[in-house]
C-alpha cells in the first residue's frame, strides 16, 4: 500500500476564494508529482519536484502554484479559485532508487460553483 | 501531445473473458508502465516492462511490448467483475525528463 495522502479528498467551495489542497507521502521519496484529470479523460502533469526547494511547472498550464519545503510535503494552491478549475487533482510520488513505480494518492476532486 | 494512446476507449465484457487493451505511443521509451484506477480513486502500479523485453506476467496479467511498431497490450484473463475500473498506459522515456506520460485510458466494465 501506498503512504501517500492527499487531503481534502473533496471539496465544494464559490468562486474567488483560495484554497491548498494537501499531498504528504512517508516513504522519503525525492520525487513529486501533481497530475490533473478531469472524469473519464488521461492525466495531465501540471507540476513537479525532484526534491526540497525544487519545483517545475509540468506540460498542462496551470494557474495553480506549489511548494515543496519539506520533503513529504508537496501542497497545491490556487489563490482565486474558479470554475474552470473544477477537476480531480493526483498527487504522486517516486523514490530515488527509482524503480520507475510512481505512487498515487487518493485524489482531491475540487468542484468550484 | 500526449505520448500514449489506448484503444479501445471502452469495453465491456463478461466474467470469465479475457480483456485485452493496447497502447501505441510516438518516441523511443525506457520501459512502459501499466495502472489501473478505480472509480474516483488514484492510481495503482500493475506492472513495468522495460524497452529490452517483450512479454512480463504478474498473476492474471500479461503485457507484451513490440518496440518496433511502438506498440504494448495488456491482458487481464479470466476477468472477475472486481477488474472493472480505468487502465491507462504510461511512458517514460529519456527525452520526457524522467516524467511519465499518461494515455487516455481504456474504461474496462466486466458484467457478473
Known amino acids: 500500500e501506498a503512504d501517500i495522502y492527499q487531503t481534502p479528498r473533496y471539496l465544494v467551495i464559490g468562486t474567488g476564494k483560495k484554497i491548498t489542497l494537501e499531498c504528504s507521502q512517508t516513504m522519503g521519496h525525492d520525487k513529486m508529482y501533481w497530475y490533473q484529470q478531469d472524469p473519464g479523460m488521461e492525466l495531465h502533469l501540471i507540476h513537479y519536484s525532484y526534491g526540497v526547494n525544487s519545483t517545475e511547472k509540468g506540460d498542462l498550464s496551470s494557474e495553480s502554484t506549489v511548494s515543496r519545503i519539506r520533503t513529504e510535503h508537496f501542497p497545491l494552491t490556487l489563490e482565486s479559485a474558479r470554475p474552470s478549475h473544477t477537476s480531480q487533482y493526483l498527487c504522486?510520488?517516486?523514490?530515488?532508487?527509482?524503480?520507475?513505480?510512481?505512487?498515487f494518492g487518493e485524489g482531491s476532486r475540487l468542484t468550484v460553483l | 501531445s500526449q505520448q500514449g494512446e489506448e484503444d479501445p476507449q471502452a469495453l465491456s465484457i463478461q466474467e470469465g473473458e479475457n480483456a485485452t487493451m493496447n497502447c501505441s505511443y510516438k518516441t523511443s521509451i525506457n520501459n512502459l508502465q501499466w495502472y489501473r484506477q478505480n472509480s474516483g480513486r488514484g492510481l495503482v502500479h500493475l506492472i513495468l516492462i522495460r524497452s529490452n523485453e517483450r512479454e512480463k506476467h504478474s498473476g492474471r496479467l500479461r503485457v507484451t511490448l513490440d518496440t518496433s511498431k511502438k506498440s504494448s497490450s495488456l491482458l487481464i484473463t479470466a476477468s472477475r467483475a472486481a477488474d472493472t475500473a480505468s487502465y491507462f498506459c504510461?511512458?517514460?522515456?529519456?527525452?520526457?525528463?524522467?516524467?511519465?506520460?499518461f494515455g487516455q485510458g481504456t474504461e474496462l466494465s466486466v458484467k457478473p
Open positions: 504522486a510520488s517516486k523514490g530515488l532508487a527509482d524503480t520507475g513505480e510512481l505512487f
Open positions: 504510461a511512458t517514460d522515456a529519456d527525452n520526457q525528463g524522467g516524467k511519465l506520460i
